[in-house]
């Protein structure tokens, strides 16, 4: 099973990005996908995780700004982040797994992470 993250990169603040997960190895209709960010010094924080129904949750940090999305068909998860703020900086995940939460102990299945940053 591989997840490979992408579309991070640098941003002005209240500018967008959209990052996007590439699964395989696994069907991903079967599975919750989620994302994680971690920034310096920080732990792993779960930003936000759709089931395989596409019922969401979000951290209260990003809801209202950000959206995660999937298409089952191609295997792939999203998620679009507006009116980024400089908190918002930070590697980003994702994951997958069977239980739909934004505790990252129930994901087997990780990507290697992509950086995002927010700064003027």
């Known amino acids: 099973v591989q997840l490979q993250a992408s579309g991070g990169g640098s941003v002005q603040p209240g500018g967008s990005l959209k990052l996007s997960c590439e699964v395989s190895?696994?069907?991903?209709?079967?599975?919750?996908i989620a994302w994680f960010r971690q920034a310096p010094g920080a732990e792993r924080e779960g930003v936000s995780c759709?089931?395989?129904?596409?019922?969401?949750d979000y951290a209260d940090s990003v809801r209202g700004r950000f959206t995660i999305s999937r298409d089952n068909g191609k295997n792939m998860g999203y998620l679009e982040m507006n009116n980024l703020k400089p908190e918002d900086t930070a590697i980003y995940y994702c994951?997958?797994?069977?239980?739909?939460?934004?505790?990252?102990?129930?994901?087997?299945?990780w990507g290697q992470g992509t950086q995002v940053t927010v700064s003027s």
């Open positions: 759709i089931n395989g129904a596409g019922a969401t």
């Open positions: 190895g696994l069907s991903l209709r079967y599975y919750a």
């Open positions: 994951a997958a797994g069977l239980v739909t939460s934004r505790n990252y102990p129930n994901y087997s299945f």
